[in-house]
Nanobody, 115 residues
Framework: QVMFVESGGDLVQPGGSLRLSCTAS????????VAWFRQFPGNERRWVAK???????DYADSVKGRFTISRDNAKNTAYLEMNDLRPEDTAVYYC?????????WGQGTRVTVSS
C-alpha cells in the first residue's frame, strides 16, 4: 500500500515562505500526476497545485504566482514552495496522485500563517 508522508509545515508570519515535501512509500511518481491538496477546517480537500508526467503544471487561482510545485521522481518526492503566504493559506497540506486515492492519504502537514 502506498502512503505519502508530508513535512515542512510550520507557523509563519504573513509574507513568509515555506517549503513542503512529500515522499511516497513506493515508486509511483513515474506513473502518475502528483498534486498538493489543502484542507480548511470543516471543508473537503482541494488541490492547489499539480504536475503531470510531462511536467505540465497547474495551479489553483488562489495560489498562482506564489506557490511552485516540483517533483523528483528518483526520490519519489514532491515539493511545494510557498511564498508570500497569507492567513487564508492556513490549512493542512497533503499530497496524492490525480485522481486521488483514499488509501494514499498521509497525515498531512499543518501550515499556519499568522502574526
Amino acid at each position: 500500500q502506498v502512503m505519502f508522508v508530508e513535512s515542512g509545515g510550520d507557523l509563519v508570519q504573513p509574507g513568509g515562505s515555506l517549503r513542503l515535501s512529500c515522499t511516497a512509500s513506493q515508486n509511483i511518481f513515474d506513473y502518475h500526476t502528483v498534486a498538493w491538496f489543502r484542507q480548511f477546517p470543516g471543508n473537503e480537500r482541494r488541490w492547489v497545485a499539480k504536475i503531470n508526467l510531462a511536467e505540465k503544471i497547474d495551479y489553483a487561482d488562489s495560489v498562482k504566482g506564489r506557490f511552485t510545485i516540483s517533483r523528483d521522481n528518483a526520490k519519489n518526492t514532491a515539493y511545494l514552495e510557498m511564498n508570500d503566504l497569507r492567513p487564508e493559506d492556513t490549512a493542512v497540506y497533503y499530497c496524492n496522485i490525480i485522481p486521488s486515492r483514499s488509501d494514499f492519504w498521509g497525515q498531512g502537514t499543518r501550515v499556519t500563517v499568522s502574526s
